[in-house]
């Protein structure tokens, strides 16, 4: 059982998945089966039996068929239940394929053979409809791009052993008309899995995943379309002549081996080997030859490449024959029929594996629009048309009694010539299509938008006062414009609202009107007076009173003081040790525009409680005070939230000095600041200097390495463990830094060119990430395009990290390696919660203490420390308190606690919750890791037990799941916003902290607003 089970993983299909790709495989292998009987037995009996000349009629004939029948098809798909549809397709395919074969034993054989023959490609087309419209039925566009090549694979193996199995079959059933036996057998063994298929899963909706969704409209491109827009034409040319190509090639190795085998036996067996070995052949080129072909050469050899080397067999095949003749008696016709047939064999090849996916990526680069409408009418209609035309050629051609095989191939390497021209045109058209899609406008979406609090304002007085609270603590930035809706709204000060409130509106009037003598809002008495040259102190005293009337005279005393004195008394304010009037003299401070106050007011960006009020007042004061800020980002011994903030402030300002010092800090060694200043950066469109590009290239490289490192870390699994917490911790890390290295190149590239390619990227489709790797192609400096290319490919991690090993110190390492690595790495490389992780998955690999685990009791970050500590302390209790003797005391009684996660490790949480998480907090994907760094797992007992409550208070909000529901691939929830209203039974017990809030709220803005929304 578990050998299988490694087979699936090796494979990449998921447990779910494994039974509908067994039964989808098998059916393939029997649809494989059948046509490659089919195939052999029909072209052997109609070339022993019509002369070469019919061969072009069949083909006419044939193609009127299959348009008819294709379009019956086309009609009951939207009028039946696609399960029946696909049941009764086969069933006809059946009884069709049973009836010519019963009919040799009743009628004329000769016109049983031409109905054989021209039933072959309309009943192959019917059942590969009903086939691949099962599977897109099963599987979503996701999993297909796994899954797809997989199942398809099926239907090559079967042809290939239907081919190879030709003398046999020909020996036991005693000639080729009863292949077409072995054809039924097949064709009924493909329905009852159609019946066992459609019995298992519901085939009659479309599957889709969510990004799967269609929004934009499509058009409808008329014929005419096509010859106004040169691009389109030219596709249309390149599919029309590519299917003359074929026809002709298929006409002229048909002649030379019906020649060379007169017997139908032999005739028969050839074919048969023949097949096999080109279907063999296909496979190869197509899973090792095409990627590696497409990476080295790009697109223009992979689709010149069928027509050149036709060229070069098509014009030795003509020297041959016209020196050494072209008839069977010739002495020089063995060379002529494997030239012939080496024309076939890779005219066929080079279709199927290269010229097909090739021309799938120039769809990519139409409008969204007419897209799948103008490859519908190519791949359909343009298709059977040009089909219809190859028919008439050989016919027309066929009737001129001067024209023989000679000169067939002659008027092939005519029409090569023309397509080889015709594909260079293409790609000319291709590279221009490209240029004008980066041109077009892209919706980058707007920062602002995304970022929106709530309109709504409740008419609950307690209701509101929290709310205005939590988003002037965690919003700051859009405080005032909650107030400024909440205040034209009512159009005076709510007398509900708490005093800070209140003095806020006011502020904010005074903002507008530039004066308080109209205000309406302002409540003065004559009863309260402040004396001239009164003392701070005095004036704190007023600011204090819990009377409207004392607050509000001394902020009119403050505000028509001169400004000098005025100045000089605010700054005493803040520096009594009066939490409420620090924050009113703060706040002051912004509304006055005293920029003289900015380097006391950057002080109060450590204070936990002043911190909101000082950024609303800086933020004030940025667009004149900026430099000032600036400079004290460089200060010493200042905290990152200190630093952070200061970014946040200056990234607001549009100037050629704020650009450069973001842009000197997108380099920074602490990843926060690193990636706050990137963000800032993309939010301010700067246009990018000459003189900038070394430091944006810089940072592109070692972004680049990261994501390398990331990359070699996931290869190291190998399908191995690929559901563990660490494989999912490692895919988010790999998720941020990839989504750091877009947003950088956003910044030095045009941002609308980077968003369209990120979002072919994002469609997880192999056209979708060629034709993104196409675009790159056009815009990327030499220097660091080809590790972009390499980290965007579309091809297994595992590969991807030996291709980077050219670039990054990077490589694959064992999984205890792998252990040690992440333990080991530099923390402004990797999140806290990934070093857990690995932390906790230590002892699955090692029974001994090794230097890197050791290193980590001495960790300033008390998480890993006490994690570090409670794994030495299981394995040598002896080392541990060696260990233990030589951590400061300080660190030292963090070792004496348990371990805060040891009931619900975050192995629980990151494997079962975290798409719940992300649901509730509005997370992305790629800030999915750093945000869970930020997240507190608190044990059940903590919220029953009153006497160890006390630091719960400091709690934003609680996310609680329901524990027994772990198995849910949607968690049962609730939300608390205090823990005293927790019902624990069982639960496990997110907290999020109002210390963690505060630093969320300048790097991870959205959610910060999503969580404030939500209670």
């Known amino acids: 059982m578990k050998e299988k089970y490694s087979l699936y993983k090796s494979l990449n299909i998921e447990a779910n998945e494994v039974v509908p790709v067994v039964l989808l495989i098998t059916q393939s292998v029997f649809l494989g089966i059948f046509y490659g009987t089919f195939d052999i037995g029909a072209h052997t009996l109609f070339l022993k039996t019509f002369p070469e000349d019919m ?28 399960s029946s549809l696909a049941k009764y397709t086969l069933l006809f395919i059946s009884l069709l394929t049973i009836l010519v074969r019963i009919f040799f034993e009743f009628s004329a054989a000769k016109w049983t053979v031409f109905l054989v023959f021209i039933l072959l490609g309309p009943l192959n087309i019917l059942a590969i409809l009903a086939f691949w419209g099962t599977v897109s039925r099963i599987f979503t566009l996701r999993q297909g791009k796994r899954l797809f090549g997989i199942i398809d694979s099926g239907q090559v193996f079967g042809i290939i052993i239907s081919s190879y199995a030709i003398p046999l079959i020909i020996t036991f059933l005693n000639g080729t ?171 066929k090849t080079l279709k199927d594996a290269l010229e097909v996916p090739s021309f799938k990526l120039l769809y990519q680069s139409l409008k969204k629009s007419i897209r799948f409408d103008v490859q519908a009418k190519i791949d359909g209609t343009i298709n059977e048309i040009a089909a219809l035309i190859s028919g008439l050629l050989l016919g027309g051609l066929g009737l001129l009694t001067f024209i023989t095989l000679i000169h067939f191939s002659v008027f092939l390497f005519l029409l090569l010539a023309v397509w080889s021209l015709i594909t260079v045109r293409l790609y000319k058209e291709y590279r221009k299509s490209l240029e004008e899609s980066l041109k077009e406008e892209t919706d980058l979406g707007s920062e602002e938008s995304a970022y929106r609090l709530s309109e709504k304002i409740t008419s609950d007085n307690n209701a509101l006062n929290r709310k205005l609270t939590q988003i002037k603590r965690f919003t700051p930035d859009r405080y ?200 800032q950066l993309k939010a301010f469109n700067y246009q990018v200097k000459e003189k900038d590009y070394p430091k944006l290239y810089h940072a592109i490289t070692q972004t680049a390495q990261n994501v390398a490192w990331d990359i070699s870390a996931l290869a190291s699994f190998n399908g191995i463990a690929t559901e563990s917490p660490l494989f999912t ?54 220097e660091i395009k080809p590790f972009i290319l390499a980290i965007f490919e579309d091809i297994p991690f595992v590969e991807k990290a030996l291709l980077l090993e050219n670039f990054f110190p990077v490589k694959v390492y064992e999984p205890n390696e792998l252990i040690i690595q992440i333990i080991n790495r530099d923390p402004n490389l990797i999140s806290r919660t990934t070093k857990k992780i690995a932390l906790q998955e230590y002892t699955n690999y090692f029974q001994i203490i090794t230097d890197e685990l050791a290193a980590q009791i001495f960790n300033p970050v008390k998480e890993l420390q006490v994690l570090s500590s409670q794994i030495i302390q299981e394995i040598d209790p002896t080392k541990h308190q060696q260990l233990k003797a030589r951590v400061k005391p300080q660190y030292r009684r963090n070792l004496d606690q348990k371990r805060l996660l040891e009931t619900y490790p975050e192995q629980l949480v990151l494997n079962n919750y975290y798409r719940a998480i992300q649901e509730i907090c509005g997370l992305e994907n790629p800030f999915f890791i750093d945000f869970f760094d930020h997240l507190s797992l608190i044990p059940a007992n903590e919220i029953k037990n009153k006497q160890v409550n006390d630091h719960l208070i400091n709690y934003f909000v609680f996310l609680v799941f329901d524990h027994k529901e772990i198995t849910q691939v949607d968690p049962i929830y609730e939300i608390y916003e205090n ?15 109002n210390q963690a809030m505060t630093q969320l709220m300048l790097t991870q803005k959205q959610t910060v607003q999503q969580l404030i929304n939500l209670i």
């Open 177 to 347: 008309k009863n292949l077409l036996i072995i054809s039924s057998v097949s064709i009924i063994a493909a329905m009852i899995f159609e019946m066992i298929i459609s019995r298992r899963f519901n085939l009659d909706i479309e599957t889709h995943s969510p990004t799967e969704v269609k929004t934009d409209e499509q058009e409808q491109v008329k014929l005419q379309h096509f010859i106004k827009t040169p691009y389109i034409l030219y596709m249309a040319l390149f599919v029309i002549f590519s299917m003359f190509t074929a026809f002709f090639v298929q006409y002229s190795f048909l002649v030379v081996t019906n020649e060379q085998y007169p017997g139908e036996d032999d005739l028969a067996k050839f074919l048969g080997f023949f097949t096999g070995s080109m279907m063999i052949f296909t496979f190869v080129v197509k899973t090792f030859v095409y990627s590696k072909l497409m990476k080295t050469y790009g697109l223009k050899i992979s689709l010149m490449l069928s027509s050149v080397l036709l060229l070069i067999f098509t014009g030795l095949a003509i020297l041959v024959g016209l020196i050494s003749g072209y008839h069977l008696t010739s002495a020089g016709f063995i060379y002529f029929f494997l030239l012939i047939s080496l024309s076939k064999l890779f005219n």
């Open 729 to 782: 911790a490692i895919e988010f890390e790999f998720q941020n830094h990839r989504n750091l290295l877009m947003q950088l190149l956003a910044i030095t590239y045009d941002p609308r060119s980077v968003q369209h390619v990120s979002d072919h990227l994002n469609s997880d489709t192999a056209e979708g990430i060629g034709y993104a790797l196409e675009l790159f192609d056009l815009f990327l400096a030499e």
């Open 979 to 993: 823990y005293d209203e927790i019902k624990v039974a069982g639960e496990v017990i997110i907290g999020i902290s």
């Open 55 to 82: 061969i072009p009629k069949a083909y006419i004939i044939s193609g009127m068929v299959g348009i008819v029948m294709t379009a019956v098809f086309s009609k009951y798909q939207s009028i039946i239940r696609f």
């Open 480 to 679: 005032l414009a909650y107030l400024d809706s909440l205040y034209k709204q009512s159009g005076q000060i709510n007398q509900g609202l708490s005093k800070m409130h209140r003095i806020e509106l006011l502020l904010l009037e005074f903002t507008n009107n530039k004066s308080l003598e109209k205000s309406k809002s302002l409540k003065l008495s004559k009863d309260v007076q402040i004396a001239p040259n009164a003392a701070a102190h005095e004036i704190a005293a007023f600011l204090a009173s819990t009377d409207e009337a004392h607050y509000f005279t001394a902020l009119n005393y403050i505000l028509k003081l001169e400004a000098k004195p005025r100045l000089n008394l605010l700054l005493a304010l803040m520096r009594i040790p009066m939490p409420e009037v620090q924050k009113i003299s703060i706040r002051l401070c912004g509304t006055l525009s005293d920029t003289d106050s900015t380097s006391t007011l950057a002080e109060f960006l450590d204070s936990e409680h002043l911190m909101p009020d000082a950024m609303i007042s800086l933020d004030q004061l940025a667009q004149d005070s900026y430099k000032v800020l600036i400079q004290m980002f460089y200060k010493t011994d200042i905290s990152l939230t200190y630093q952070l903030a200061l970014l946040d402030l200056v990234g607001h300002i549009n100037t050629e000095d704020t650009a450069q010092f973001l842009l000197e800090n997108i380099n920074n060694h602490k990843k926060e600041i690193r990636q706050k200043a990137i963000s």
